[in-house]
Structures are given as C-alpha cells and as structure tokens.
C-alpha cells in the first residue's frame, strides 16, 4: 500500500472525488442520500467542516510517506511497546444442550435457519 495505511487511502480516494470544495448543492445531495433533514445552519456548519476536513486530509495526502513502516501502536515512535497479550485457554464451560433448548430447529448440535440467498 506504498507506506499509506488503509482508511488514509480510502480517504485519498474521496478526496480524488471531491477535488474541489464541496458547494451547498453538494450538501443536500449527501444529506439526501443519507436521508437527513438539515437546516440551513446545519447545511452551512456541515459544509464548512466538511470542506475544512479534506483541507486537512489533502495536506496529509503532501505528505511523502514512502519508506516510513506502519506503527502497531501510537506509542511505538517514542518507546518499545510490549502488547499484553493474555493467555489463550478455556475460560467457559460447554453449554452447547443448554443454549440449544430454545432453538426452533437444530441439528447435531447446530442451529438450522431458513436459507436467504438462492
């Protein structure tokens, strides 16, 4: 992924979409799609921030970022970080019988369901 990691990318993607600033149109199309109401203020504040927003992500996108390592952790670029990992065993008991009795159906110790895609 060229030393960018996922949702940065994906967010590069948008911003290649929408290049230019987003107008009020823009807004009520969004809000629309996602079947909001919003005033005229909260058009207005939704436009600001959104714009301001990809301003942000387009000085992130100048920035070159090849040959930097993805971090497992924030911390990592100041201290070594030592993932607390807990031991993998058995903490619960089978109650396969138990949560089986109020299936509508089962069989051999599986739920059965309706099929949904043909």
Partial sequence: MSGRSAP???IGFLI???SMALTSHDIDRIANLARLELSTTESE???TQLNGF???VEKM?????SGVQPL???VATIQDVVLR???DVVSECNNREA???NAPAADKGMFLVPKVIE
């Fill in 61 to 65: 996108q100048a920035v070159d970022t």
């Fill in 16 to 18: 290649g979409i929408f």
């Fill in 72 to 74: 497992a952790h924030p």
């Fill in 85 to 87: 990992l807990r031991d």
């Fill in 99 to 101: 949560n089986m009795q």
């Fill in 54 to 56: 990809f301003g942000i």
């Fill in 8 to 10: 940065l990318h994906c």
């Fill in 45 to 47: 504040r939704m436009l």
